[in-house]
């Protein structure tokens, strides 16, 4: 018998939920970020039909570092180290991603007569064009495992205060 009470019921629901969020982010920014890395001047191309700034070092900036902090990211999450954090970052650059997508689907909608979910582009995600609902619903659901990453502490390697706490 296992003397631990989380391991039965809610306590372990949660960890579950956790440790599935972790891994479907860490195979998600593992994936594109490769793929954005691997193909630099395609990604470059796509952030540039954002018109997020008009500075090309800036730009340049943007496109050769995302892709490794997306590596990192996906990375960080698989081996289950400074979770929360890594989960901090991802829901920011999610939210951000997010409200660009909206964005650029908003300006492409206000200039013809497609409805606003037929909108299709390559939103610059590694993962070709998209439909723009789908698009935003799927990164609904990724803030939501995100945050949820944030909000539990199920791993005491998370943060080192829960390290100190334990000891």
């Known amino acids: 018998m296992n003397p631990d009470p989380e391991s039965r019921g809610p306590g372990r629901l949660v ?33 540039h039909e954002y018109h997020l ?20 990211c996906g990375g960080l999450l698989l081996v289950g180290r400074a979770v929360r954090g890594t989960a901090l970052l991802l829901l920011i650059q999610l939210i951000v991603f997010t409200g660009a997508i909206i964005a650029r689907a908003m300006s492409i909608h ?15 995600c590694g993962t070709g064009e998209v439909n723009v609902c789908r698009k935003i619903l799927e990164n609904g659901i990724l803030i939501l495992c995100a945050a949820w990453l944030l909000a539990i502490r199920s791993d005491k390697r998370n943060l080192r205060s829960d390290q100190a706490a334990s000891a």
Not at 20 to 46: E, N, S, W
Not at 53 to 72: D, G, M, R, Y
Request: a positive charge; aromatic letters at 8%.
């Open 110 to 124: 206000a200039g013809g007569e497609l409805p606003f979910c037929a909108i299709r582009f390559d939103c610059g």
């Open 15 to 47: 960890r579950s939920a956790g440790h599935l969020a972790r891994l479907v982010l860490a195979a998600l920014f593992l994936y594109t970020g490769a793929v954005k890395a691997l193909h630099p001047a395609d990604f470059l191309k796509l952030l």
């Open 53 to 72: 700034t008009s500075q090309p070092l800036l730009l340049n900036l943007v496109a050769a570092t995302l892709p490794w902090v997306e590596v990192c």
